[in-house]
């Protein structure tokens, strides 16, 4: 059975940093892409960053220089960095597992809050 699980999140001041990560159990990352999603209040959940099977990533515009996305295969863990951070950033924030070209989703987090103050 997968399990991804997020932690790290939690209130910070804007222009401050987070990291984000998400454990693995029950699923590799070789050969997977892998990405952070996010819902912030009144809005659909959206992509952040990717991170494919090249090592490619990808992000959203709002996030891009700001946000860097990682991952440690011996650990099955993925990370995201997230500094700078804006109130536009509040949401939560989820962990996903993709298929091989980052093309549909295949396992979610439970999401984890980040909550940007002014």
């Known amino acids: 059975q997968v399990h991804l699980l997020e932690s790290g999140g939690g209130s910070v001041q804007a222009g401050g940093s987070l990291r984000l990560s998400c454990a693995a159990s029950?699923?590799?990352?070789?050969?997977?892409?892998m990405g952070w999603f996010r819902q912030s209040p009144g809005k659909e959940r959206e992509r952040v960053a990717t991170?494919?099977?090249?090592?490619?990533?990808r992000y959203t515009d709002s996030v891009k220089d700001r946000f860097f996305i990682s991952q440690d295969d011996a650990k099955n863990t993925l990370y995201l960095q997230m500094n700078s951070l804006k109130p536009e950033d509040t949401g939560v924030y989820y962990c996903?597992?993709?298929?091989?070209?980052?093309?549909?989703?295949?396992?979610w987090g439970q999401g984890t809050q980040v909550t940007v103050s002014s």
């Open positions: 996903a597992a993709l298929s091989r070209y980052c093309s549909s989703i295949d396992y």
């Open positions: 029950g699923y590799s990352f070789s050969g997977h892409c």
């Open positions: 991170r494919d099977v090249a090592r490619a990533t």
